[in-house]
Each structure stands twice: as structure tokens, then as C-alpha cells.
């Protein structure tokens, strides 16, 4: 029997549904007792709206479902979450013209009002939360808590509407293949944030992981800014980095330089050459076992900064243009000194200790030292022994600053716990502040 199917309107029900109702009638060739009868027709059009309203329903829960079981913690594994995370941004969920986006975010983002009023200012073309619901899924597999995806949301809004199978499973498949655990990666995603939106990130990480060795090392110079995953290799860091070895300093010279001052791997070519020009002119050879050091002493100052803070060593330390440019040469770093810390120092060096501006100069980093942690605790106990009798006088003042703590106490305490049993307590006081009045003797 041929039966022939013609669509028409419907009653408002199956128009307030988006639907149409299937009016089927037979050939009128047909024989009447072929029929269907117009009871088990009436009874398919009534059930019809229900079953859609029925799967409508289930698709919601499912959706529920899913992320629930996406946010709590996950046990399969990465490759497995994956798939998992990729389905789940598969079934389709119909538009919904009065998606509230403010109340999205902050029900199920966690953000704040403000912070939900800010960000829906970009997500005003969402019409529905499927995209958003399967990329909250994705990151919660990644490990991502709560706290995280609403930071991840507040600073970059447009992360929710990222292609999860499109693009941020290809790149989480990129840093996996690089090596990097699910936790390196949840650690990523949230300081790159709209930069792990761009698949380029892998090849970025590709270059700078061979460069800093491993992701724990690379990740300090990821916090101090973005510029190592947006700058062009090719055209930027790389010729960069070419120059910095000419300068004698090898991967891992660049790497220790680079964690504290990134932005010298992204700025122009012409701006490192001008660093490395400053660093040559207070006295660091290029080459030189300090150079790395002097590079990053000068790279934030300008020259007329340089010279200013030159002549304020000269003035505190008393130094020659000839000293300045020794000490500078053996610990460029003094250059970031506060005014302060080389008052305090050089007076009570010159002042207390008596040594001289030129045996400072070619020692220069007995500057680096704490002048209440460690200088003056141990110039009271080596004054204490030399009046004492227990230590020769011509005993070098640097040589009992720049030795450990464990080996001073072994040279200069332990020895005389018999004869001086006060030692070892006064020195504790000192090393807290508590400057002794003398030092007990029996």
C-alpha cells in the first residue's frame, strides 16, 4: 500500500513548538479498510508535542548532568577526559533569545556582579550556553577549580566562547605531546589566558621550553608577562637571542637573564643591542663571566639614570672614577641599591669596621650582605675574639662575611664554647637585632 505524507500548519501547541504536524492520508485508490483510523491518528498528533517536550527535558538534564560530573574531580585519564570533554560539547541545545549572560556568569562562572556586568558587554551575541557549558567542562577537566575559571572568565570573557574541539583540544594535544602534565597545562590556561585561545601557543612553547630547559623554569618569566607566547619568533625573538649568544651568553645565561626581564627577548633587536651597549659602559665586558649580570642591572635604566646613580656610589663609598669602575665590574647589580641600603652600609664599614674605600672597591660584594643579618652580628664576634686574644688581628675582614653560616659558627663559635660558653647566644642575639652591650667572658 502507498501512503502519501503532506506537511501542513498546526494547532498554536505544535506552532508555540517550532513544529509541524504530519497529516497523513491514503491514495484514494486505496481501499477504505487500509486506512488509519482517525482515533490512532488523533492519539499520535496528542502524543507528539509531549514526546518533544519529554526530549527536551532529558537533553537539559543531561546537559546538567554532564557538567556536574565534568566539575568534580576527575579520574580517568588525560586522553580519555579529552574525548570526554569534546563529546560533551557536542549535543546541539535549540537558541534561547532571553539567555540571561549576567546571570550565566555569575551562577555558574562564579564572578561577581560587577565583574558579570563587565564581561557580558563582550558575550552579548551569546544566545545560549552550549559553547560556554562545554568549555566550563573542558577546563574543570583540565583541573581548573572554581576560583580559577572565574579569574580565567573575568580578565578573558571571550575564553567561553573558544571552539573546544576546534581549538583547545588541539592545543592541550600540542603541550601534552610536548610533555607538559595536565597540571602544567591548568597552570597555563590561566596565566595565558586569550593567548591558549591561538593553537601558535604550541610552537611558542615548543621554542621557549628548549630554551628555559623546563615549563618550572619558563613559568617565573610567564608571571612577569605575556610577551614569550605573543612576540613573533622568527622576526623578534629569535634574532634576538642570536645577538645575546654573540654577547658570549648560552641557553642557560639567557634563560636566568630572561625570567626576570622577559621583555628583552620581545622588544626590537635595536633596544637589546642598546642594553648591551650600557651594560659595556660601566665596565663590563661583553664576554665576561658578568656580563649576564650587567644586563640585567642596566636593561630598565636609561643612561643618564646610570651615570646618576654612578656618582651616588662614588659620594656614599667614597670610590675614585677608577674604583667605581672596578666594583661595578665585579657586581654591576650595586647599581640597584636603594639610596638607603648604601648609606647604612658604607658607614658602618668605613666608620665602625675602618676599612678602607679601596679594599671595598675590589671587594664589592661584601655589599650584598645584610648589615643587620649578617655584617654586624659577625663583626661583633670577631671583634669580640681579637680583644680577646683569641684571634690573630691580620685575620681578613671579608673572609668572615662571605663564608657560610655553618662554617663561621664551626671556625669562629664552636672552637671557644669552653672559654667564651656566652658566644653562641650573644651571636643568636645579634643575628635577631638585639645588639649585646658585650660579650660575656669566664
Same mark, same amino acid.
Given at each position: 500500500?502507498?501512503?502519501?505524507?503532506?506537511?501542513?500548519?498546526?494547532?498554536?501547541?505544535?506552532?508555540?513548538?517550532?513544529?509541524?504536524?504530519?497529516?497523513?492520508?491514503?491514495?484514494?485508490?486505496?481501499?477504505?479498510?487500509?486506512?488509519?483510523?482517525?482515533?490512532?491518528?488523533?492519539?499520535?498528533?496528542?502524543?507528539?508535542?509531549?514526546?518533544?517536550?519529554?526530549?527536551?527535558?532529558?537533553?537539559?538534564?543531561?546537559?546538567?548532568?554532564?557538567?556536574?560530573?565534568?566539575?568534580?574531580?576527575?579520574?580517568?585519564?588525560?586522553?580519555?577526559?579529552?574525548?570526554?570533554?569534546?563529546?560533551?560539547?557536542?549535543?546541539?541545545?535549540?537558541?534561547?533569545?532571553?539567555?540571561?549572560?549576567?546571570?550565566?556568569?555569575?551562577?555558574?562562572?562564579?564572578?561577581?556582579?560587577?565583574?558579570?556586568?563587565?564581561?557580558?558587554?563582550?558575550?552579548?551575541?551569546?544566545?545560549?550556553?552550549?559553547?560556554?557549558?562545554?568549555?566550563?567542562?573542558?577546563?574543570?577537566?583540565?583541573?581548573?577549580?572554581?576560583?580559577?575559571?572565574?579569574?580565567?572568565?573575568?580578565?578573558?570573557?571571550?575564553?567561553?566562547?573558544?571552539?573546544?574541539?576546534?581549538?583547545?583540544? *588541539?592545543? @592541550? $594535544?600540542? +603541550?601534552?605531546?610536548? !610533555? /607538559?602534565?595536565?597540571? %602544567? &597545562? #591548568?597552570? =597555563?590556561?590561566?596565566?595565558?589566558?586569550?593567548?591558549?585561545?591561538?593553537?601558535?601557543?604550541?610552537?611558542?612553547?615548543?621554542?621557549?621550553?628548549?630554551?628555559?630547559?623546563?615549563?618550572?623554569?619558563?613559568?617565573?618569566?610567564?608571571?612577569?608577562?605575556?610577551?614569550?607566547?605573543?612576540?613573533?619568533?622568527?622576526?623578534?625573538?629569535? *634574532?634576538? @637571542? $642570536?645577538? +645575546?649568544?654573540?654577547? !658570549? /651568553?648560552?641557553?642557560? %645565561? &639567557? #634563560?636566568? =637573564?630572561?625570567?626576570?626581564?622577559?621583555?628583552?627577548?620581545?622588544?626590537?633587536?635595536?633596544?637589546?643591542?642598546?642594553?648591551?651597549?650600557?651594560?659595556?659602559?660601566?665596565?663590563?665586558?661583553?664576554?665576561?663571566?658578568?656580563?649576564?649580570?650587567?644586563?640585567?642591572?642596566?636593561?630598565?635604566?636609561?643612561?643618564?639614570?646610570?651615570?646618576?646613580? @654612578?656618582?651616588? +656610589?662614588?659620594?656614599?663609598?667614597?670610590?675614585?672614577?677608577?674604583?667605581?669602575?672596578?666594583?661595578?665590574?665585579?657586581?654591576?647589580?650595586?647599581?640597584?641599591?636603594?639610596?638607603?641600603?648604601?648609606?647604612?652600609?658604607?658607614?658602618?664599614?668605613?666608620?665602625?669596621?675602618?676599612?678602607?674605600?679601596?679594599?671595598?672597591?675590589?671587594?664589592?660584594?661584601?655589599?650584598?650582605?645584610?648589615?643587620?643579618?649578617?655584617?654586624?652580628?659577625?663583626?661583633?664576634?670577631?671583634?669580640?675574639?681579637?680583644?680577646?686574644?683569641?684571634?690573630?688581628?691580620?685575620?681578613?675582614?671579608?673572609?668572615?662575611?662571605?663564608?657560610?653560616?655553618?662554617?663561621?659558627?664551626?671556625?669562629?663559635?664552636?672552637?671557644?664554647?669552653?672559654?667564651?660558653?656566652?658566644?653562641?647566644?650573644?651571636?643568636?642575639?645579634?643575628?635577631?637585632?638585639?645588639?649585646?652591650?658585650?660579650?660575656?667572658?669566664?
Amino acid at each position: 500500500m502507498t501512503w502519501h505524507v503532506r506537511l501542513t500548519g498546526g494547532s498554536p501547541l505544535w506552532s508555540g513548538l517550532g513544529r509541524t504536524r504530519s497529516e497523513i492520508r491514503p491514495h484514494p485508490r486505496e481501499p477504505l479498510h487500509h486506512r488509519p483510523s482517525r482515533f490512532s491518528h488523533s492519539l499520535a498528533a496528542a502524543a507528539a508535542p509531549a514526546n518533544l517536550l519529554l526530549r527536551g527535558a532529558a537533553m537539559l538534564r543531561l546537559r546538567c548532568c554532564l557538567l556536574t560530573q565534568l566539575l568534580s574531580p576527575p579520574s580517568a585519564s588525560p586522553a580519555s577526559q579529552l574525548r570526554r570533554l569534546i563529546s560533551a560539547a557536542a549535543p546541539a541545545i535549540f537558541p534561547n533569545p532571553s539567555f540571561d549572560v549576567e546571570g550565566y556568569l555569575v551562577s555558574t562562572c562564579g564572578l561577581t556582579r560587577a565583574q558579570a556586568l563587565k564581561a557580558s558587554a563582550k558575550l552579548s551575541h551569546l544566545k545560549s550556553p552550549s559553547k560556554p557549558d562545554a568549555v566550563l567542562a573542558f577546563l574543570a577537566g583540565l583541573g581548573l577549580s572554581g576560583a580559577d575559571v572565574a579569574a580565567l572568565v573575568a580578565k578573558d570573557p571571550l575564553f567561553l566562547c573558544a571552539r573546544v574541539e576546534k581549538t583547545l583540544a *588541539p592545543v @592541550v $594535544a600540542g +603541550l601534552t605531546g610536548l !610533555g /607538559l602534565s595536565r597540571s %602544567d &597545562i #591548568a597552570r =597555563l590556561v590561566s596565566l595565558s589566558r586569550d593567548k591558549f585561545r591561538c593553537r601558535s601557543i604550541v610552537s611558542y612553547l615548543q621554542y621557549h621550553l628548549h630554551l628555559f630547559v623546563s615549563f618550572e623554569n619558563l613559568l617565573p618569566a610567564l608571571r612577569r608577562g605575556l610577551c614569550l607566547v605573543s612576540a613573533d619568533l622568527e622576526t623578534v625573538v629569535k *634574532p634576538n @637571542v $642570536a645577538f +645575546l649568544k654573540e654577547c !658570549g /651568553l648560552g641557553d642557560c %645565561d &639567557i #634563560a636566568k =637573564l630572561c625570567i626576570g626581564q622577559p621583555w628583552l627577548l620581545a622588544s626590537s633587536l635595536e633596544c637589546v643591542r642598546s642594553v648591551a651597549a650600557r651594560a659595556e659602559g660601566i665596565g663590563v665586558p661583553c664576554g665576561s663571566a658578568m656580563f649576564r649580570h650587567a644586563l640585567w642591572a642596566v636593561a630598565r635604566l636609561s643612561q643618564e639614570k646610570i651615570a646618576a646613580k @654612578v656618582e651616588h +656610589l662614588k659620594k656614599m663609598l667614597r670610590w675614585s672614577d677608577a674604583e667605581v669602575r672596578i666594583a661595578l665590574s665585579k657586581s654591576p647589580g650595586m647599581l640597584s641599591f636603594s639610596s638607603d641600603r648604601l648609606q647604612g652600609i658604607s658607614e658602618f664599614l668605613i666608620s665602625k669596621a675602618g676599612l678602607e674605600p679601596a679594599y671595598i672597591a675590589h671587594r664589592p660584594a661584601m655589599l650584598n650582605y645584610s648589615l643587620e643579618g649578617r655584617i654586624k652580628p659577625r663583626h661583633y664576634v670577631v671583634k669580640y675574639l681579637k680583644e680577646n686574644g683569641f684571634l690573630d688581628h691580620d685575620r681578613d675582614y671579608y673572609n668572615t662575611l662571605c663564608i657560610s653560616e655553618k662554617v663561621f659558627m664551626e671556625r669562629f663559635i664552636c672552637p671557644h664554647k669552653e672559654a667564651a660558653p656566652h658566644l653562641a647566644e650573644d651571636y643568636a642575639d645579634a643575628c635577631r637585632g638585639e645588639v649585646p652591650f658585650s660579650f660575656r667572658f669566664t
